[in-house]
């Protein structure tokens, strides 16, 4: 996603990241504005920051780095709502993502970058929509569990825009979770991607789509602090380059995300870009 610069479109609103660590002294991190609050709740052993660092530089890595990022010198606020409990991967539970909903809210920010995904929770779906109440718009992962899974949350909550990802021919990114709740695609295929202690790596997931909707979101909130949340997404899904079946589907949603105009100030002219104009690859 080739993003506006934030000079035509006004200040950029932090964006809030719930995720793992994070590695700050990567070079595409290091010295950008990012702050780390306080982990939710203590419990085993710290997370890895592989995805963090991955999902941060994409929203925000220094340009001319190794793993230049979307908007590079924004704001992150980030909690590391993850731990490991005597195994080999990140793990979260609904109390610790609750918590990092309500330090974020706290803190009055308005875009959420969640690229996760889980079951069903009644704790976390209250949470989500008392979040939302507030003002906040969550970006969450569509999740990587296959075309006949079911659907993925946070992403599959009311209100909560869900990304899914493709390639760069546009096809879906072939573990993707299908469902009626997928909002928009994104790339997130073979993504050059920051790696802790330096350099980069390729990744490929629904994750990695979901900060590309983010900085979207950032940018037409900065563009208009007065839209809403159900305003801003109708505004993204309207722009969107249609793919698959003509109108929304299952697997692309309204389809892949658009970000030309974002900053104009008739949002219902949004233009298309090609496909070219959405890509993230390595130097």
Request: proline letters at 8%; one cysteine or more.
């Given at each position: 996603m080739e993003a506006p610069s934030p000079d035509q479109c006004g200040p950029l609103p932090a964006i809030?990241?719930?995720?793992?660590?994070?590695?700050?002294?990567?070079?595409?991190?290091?010295?950008?504005?990012?702050?780390?609050?306080?982990?939710?709740?203590?419990r085993g052993t710290p997370s890895k920051p592989d995805h963090g660092t991955a999902v941060a530089a994409?929203?925000?890595g220094r340009s001319g780095s190794s793993a230049p990022g979307l908007l590079p010198g924004a704001k992150i606020l980030a909690v590391d709502a993850f731990y490991r409990d005597g195994g080999t991967a990140d793990r979260t539970d609904v109390t610790s993502l609750v918590l990092a909903l309500e330090a974020l809210a706290d803190r009055n920010v308005r875009v959420v970058n969640m690229s996760l995904s889980g079951p069903p929770n009644e704790v976390l779906k209250n949470a989500i929509a008392s979040a939302q109440a507030k003002g906040m718009i969550i970006v969450a992962?569509?999740?990587?569990?296959?075309?006949?899974?079911?659907?993925?949350?946070?992403?599959?909550?009311?209100?909560?825009?869900?990304?899914?990802?493709?390639?760069?021919?546009?096809?879906v990114y072939n573990r993707a979770t299908r469902g009626e709740y997928v909002d928009l695609a994104a790339p997130g295929v073979d993504l050059w991607v920051a790696a802790p202690g330096g350099g980069g790596t390729t990744r490929s997931g629904t994750s990695y789509a979901v900060p590309f909707v983010s900085a979207a979101a950032a940018v037409l909130r900065a563009s208009n602090a007065t839209l809403d949340a159900s305003s801003l997404e109708a505004v993204l899904e309207n722009g969107t380059l249609d793919l698959g079946k003509p109108g929304r589907d299952t697997t692309f949603g309204y389809g892949l995300l658009q970000t030309a105009s974002l900053c104009q100030p008739d949002q219902d002219e949004l233009t298309i870009r090609s496909a070219s104009g959405l890509k993230h690859e390595a130097p």
């Amino acid at each position: 996603m080739e993003a506006p610069s934030p000079d035509q479109c006004g200040p950029l609103p932090a964006i809030g990241l719930i995720d793992t660590g994070i590695d700050r002294e990567h070079e595409a991190l290091r010295g950008q504005p990012i702050e780390v609050l306080p982990s939710p709740r203590a419990r085993g052993t710290p997370s890895k920051p592989d995805h963090g660092t991955a999902v941060a530089a994409l929203l925000s890595g220094r340009s001319g780095s190794s793993a230049p990022g979307l908007l590079p010198g924004a704001k992150i606020l980030a909690v590391d709502a993850f731990y490991r409990d005597g195994g080999t991967a990140d793990r979260t539970d609904v109390t610790s993502l609750v918590l990092a909903l309500e330090a974020l809210a706290d803190r009055n920010v308005r875009v959420v970058n969640m690229s996760l995904s889980g079951p069903p929770n009644e704790v976390l779906k209250n949470a989500i929509a008392s979040a939302q109440a507030k003002g906040m718009i969550i970006v969450a992962a569509a999740g990587n569990n296959g075309a006949g899974a079911e659907p993925s949350y946070p992403a599959a909550y009311p209100g909560v825009i869900a990304v899914t990802a493709v390639n760069r021919q546009l096809d879906v990114y072939n573990r993707a979770t299908r469902g009626e709740y997928v909002d928009l695609a994104a790339p997130g295929v073979d993504l050059w991607v920051a790696a802790p202690g330096g350099g980069g790596t390729t990744r490929s997931g629904t994750s990695y789509a979901v900060p590309f909707v983010s900085a979207a979101a950032a940018v037409l909130r900065a563009s208009n602090a007065t839209l809403d949340a159900s305003s801003l997404e109708a505004v993204l899904e309207n722009g969107t380059l249609d793919l698959g079946k003509p109108g929304r589907d299952t697997t692309f949603g309204y389809g892949l995300l658009q970000t030309a105009s974002l900053c104009q100030p008739d949002q219902d002219e949004l233009t298309i870009r090609s496909a070219s104009g959405l890509k993230h690859e390595a130097p």
